[in-house]
């Protein structure tokens, strides 16, 4: 199935063939009304007005029309043009100054436009049809006269063919465009993914540290010893943020609501300055709603104040919310970096949504902290449109080569050397024919290396300028502008090679300029092959259709601009579908984990079933708080990812009294997070319900690693074998030695 650049270059491409044959064959027909003397003017009349009322209609009726509609419309068109050949013997005269006939050019633009409308054996069928159409309406018109010139049905295929060829060249370049704009999107959607889970990975993360760690880390450390009604309303908030976080955050969110309930947690009187209400992404509002919670939440821990002030502005490039307190204050610089609510909760919680943080204070003059957002969205489609359109011109520019090469080989040369005795010396129709294949090789190159003419454009096309006086130079008068005098028209190939890309008018005004010095030449000598009609009925059918590819040209660039507009759109919507769906199904995966362990002890906390003064109680929510914590450390990118999540471990048993004495020997092989977890979970049990002092050592080697906590504590439960990790435990003295010994494969 064609993609989507495809798709849109064939519907755009059909009505421009369409507009194409309705406006020259209108035209060519008028003028030669106007111009051309007519054997029955009646008649003539009344089959030009009927065949563009004709193609008229054909050309509505195939493009709104349905599928079986387009599949029956071209055969009739086809019967139609023959139609019109076979009146020749009203409808023009024979003349051999007078040019190309209104039929000749209708037959010419009908089997240069069917490509875009039918597959090539209906072109191959209906161009034969055409032609002997034509040829029966011509003997009937002027037997054995000019009208039935042989070459005119050798050019007629030729026509079809190399218009067959353009309109393939074309479509290879937006199946091109296709596939590299979708090997882009596949790129960009699985970084945006990658991106998302990581983020909500760490706000995740930022919410356990905000809510849930900190409320069980209180217990495990001793600060409340009984059922207080604050805990149960502490715990239930937390498992409500939980069982949020396991949403996904899609659409949009009002920002001004969030705020006013994440400051209804903290006992502090808050000043407002914000609008009535800002709409955001919805993940950009939680974030920043979440930052603003950890500031308010160290304002109350540690500002020695109980008001603060939030402030949010916003313009049509960021959103910044502010919050100042006018408490202690404190030196950023100290702090050691390691503190999760300054370094990770603020900073990164920002970073994570291309945002910002800023935390100004001095001890004595409180503190604020700045929250930005950006609300720009990248225009992904920029990168989208340049490959698209590159494509496009790619295709179209090796057409016109083809096209070029051919004609210069395949009709030009063998008509040079038909005609020597129209010329007064042959050696410029030679250097003028070499200098064109020469232009056009050039360009080819430049295509095939994918590179721009540049500097190189404008002598190319003074070149062809010169090339073609030369040539016309040493046509004899009686020759000028008739078939021996080749180069008329077909240097114009070479100028539509070299101006193709550029704008419109400067295509015009070079391609003009051309014609116009050829026609200069001629009038200067007085004397051509054919009259002012049949000079403007020749050069009319192929200006036309070199013109013609200038406009599609120009269709093409802006054609790249709206399918890249389109494409990035439908982008957008398939991207978000796949955010989500990962984001379900990894925040399901989560609270599956906290299901079997957090949860519990949380809902025991706020129903009251479970004593906060209990020691087991205590024990439990020590080991949850460490497990948490390591798994806070685990999302930090170190060097050292045992070690920093093991530090981890070792603070909290420190904060409960613990002594901890840590030693590592040995070089560990990377190891992956599943089996650092089943390494460190026998040392957070152990640490969690540890007195005293306790020793904590990892022995590693190439192929192996052991963790080993020594501690004064009760028993630990067996942990199963899994992910190359056994364990093994011993009680002697009153003392648990267990190890985690992790066993690579040889």
């Known amino acids: 199935m064609p993609g989507a650049v495809e798709q849109r270059l064939l519907r755009q491409g059909l009505i421009y063939a369409l507009g194409l044959r309705c406006v020259v064959i209108s035209l060519s027909s008028v003028v030669s009304l106007a111009l051309a003397p007519m054997p029955d003017r009646a008649v003539a009349v009344a089959v030009v007005a009927a065949f563009n009322g004709w193609s008229l209609c054909y050309a509505v009726a195939l493009v709104r029309g349905s599928r079986p509609t387009r599949r029956w419309l071209p055969p009739v068109d086809v019967a139609v043009v023959c139609a019109a050949c076979l009146t020749q013997p009203w409808t023009v005269t024979s003349d051999p100054r007078g040019g190309a006939t209104w039929i000749l050019i209708v037959v010419n633009l009908v089997v240069v436009t069917y490509p875009w409308q039918v597959d090539w054996p209906v072109l191959t069928g209906a161009t034969v049809a055409i032609v002997t159409a034509y040829f029966v309406g011509a003997t009937l018109a002027d037997p054995g006269g000019w009208l039935g010139d042989p070459a005119i049905a050798p050019w007629t295929a030729a026509q ?24 882009a999107a596949q790129l960009r959607r699985a970084a945006v993914i990658a991106a998302a889970r990581r983020r909500d990975e760490r706000e995740y993360l930022a919410a356990l540290h905000d809510t849930a760690a900190a409320t069980l880390l209180m217990i495990g450390n001793g600060v409340v010893a009984r059922t207080e009604p604050w805990l149960a309303e502490q715990a239930r908030r937390d498992l409500r943020e939980l069982r949020r976080s396991e949403e996904a955050a899609q659409g949009e969110a009002d920002l001004v609501p969030l705020l006013r309930d994440v400051a209804g947690t903290v006992a502090l009187r808050i000043a407002w300055r914000t609008p009535g209400c800002l709409p955001l992404p919805a993940a950009d509002a939680v974030s920043l709603s979440r930052g603003v919670r950890e500031a308010l939440t160290n304002v109350v821990r540690h500002a020695g104040t109980g008001q603060a002030g939030i402030r949010v502005d916003h313009d049509a490039e960021q959103v910044t919310v502010t919050i100042t307190d006018q408490g202690v204050g404190f030196d950023p610089a100290h702090v050691a970096s390691h503190r999760y609510g300054v370094a990770r909760s603020l900073v990164e919680r920002m970073i994570q949504i291309g945002g910002q943080a800023r935390i100004d204070s001095r001890p004595g003059h409180g503190t604020t902290v700045t929250l930005t957002c950006p609300r720009a969205v990248p225009d992904v489609g920029r990168s989208d449109r340049g490959v698209i359109a590159s494509s496009f011109q790619r295709g179209l520019r090796w057409a016109v080569v083809v096209m070029s090469l051919a004609i210069l080989v395949f009709l030009d040369l063998p008509r040079l050397l038909a005609s020597r005795e129209a010329y007064t010396v042959l050696w410029p129709q030679f250097v003028t024919w070499s200098g064109l294949l020469a232009v056009t090789v050039t360009v080819a190159v430049a295509t095939w290396r994918d590179r721009p003419l540049g500097r190189w454009r404008a002598p190319l096309v003074v070149l062809v300028f010169v090339l073609s006086a030369l040539a016309t130079s040493s046509v004899r008068p009686e020759y000028l502008l008739g078939p021996a005098h080749w180069s008329e028209g077909d240097a114009g190939w070479q100028v539509v090679l070299l101006m193709m890309d550029g704008r419109i008018a400067a295509f015009a005004a070079v391609l003009a300029a051309q014609y116009l010095m050829t026609f200069g030449q001629a009038v200067l000598v007085g004397e051509a092959a054919l009259s002012v009609a049949g000079a403007v009925s020749a050069t ?207």
Not at 160 to 183: E, K, N, Q
Not at 578 to 604: F, I, K, N, Y
């Open 160 to 183: 079809a063919a190399l218009s067959w060829g353009l309109y393939r060249f074309v479509r290879r370049g937006a199946r091109a465009a296709d596939r590299a704009v979708d090997r």
């Open 540 to 746: 009319w059918a192929v200006l036309a259709f070199q013109f013609a590819i200038a406009m599609i040209a120009a269709v093409l660039q802006g054609m790249a601009t709206s399918s890249a507009r389109a494409m990035g759109a439908a982008e957008r919507v398939r991207t978000a579908e796949a955010v989500a769906r990962h984001l379900h199904t990894d925040r399901a995966d989560r609270m599956s984990a906290l299901a079997a362990t957090t949860v519990p002890l949380l809902e025991g906390l706020a129903s009251g079933k479970l004593d906060p003064g209990d020691g087991s109680v205590r024990g439990s929510c020590m080991a949850e708080a460490a497990r948490m914590r390591r798994l806070i450390a685990e999302d930090a990118a170190t060097a050292d990812s045992l070690s920093h999540e093991l530090r981890a471990c070792i603070e909290l048993a420190e904060r409960n009294g613990v002594t901890v004495s840590f030693a590592e020997r040995g070089t560990r092989p990377e190891l992956s997070p599943p089996v650092r977890r089943r390494l460190i979970e026998p040392a957070i049990a152990a640490l969690a319900t540890a007195s005293g002092k306790a020793r904590l050592t990892v022995a590693s080697t190439h192929e192996s690693v052991t963790v080993s906590v020594v501690a004064a504590c009760p028993p630990l439960p067996p942990m199963p074998d899994g992910d190359g990790v056994r364990q093994s435990s011993v009680v002697s003295g009153g003392r648990l030695w267990v190890q985690a010994t992790w066993q690579g494969e040889r």
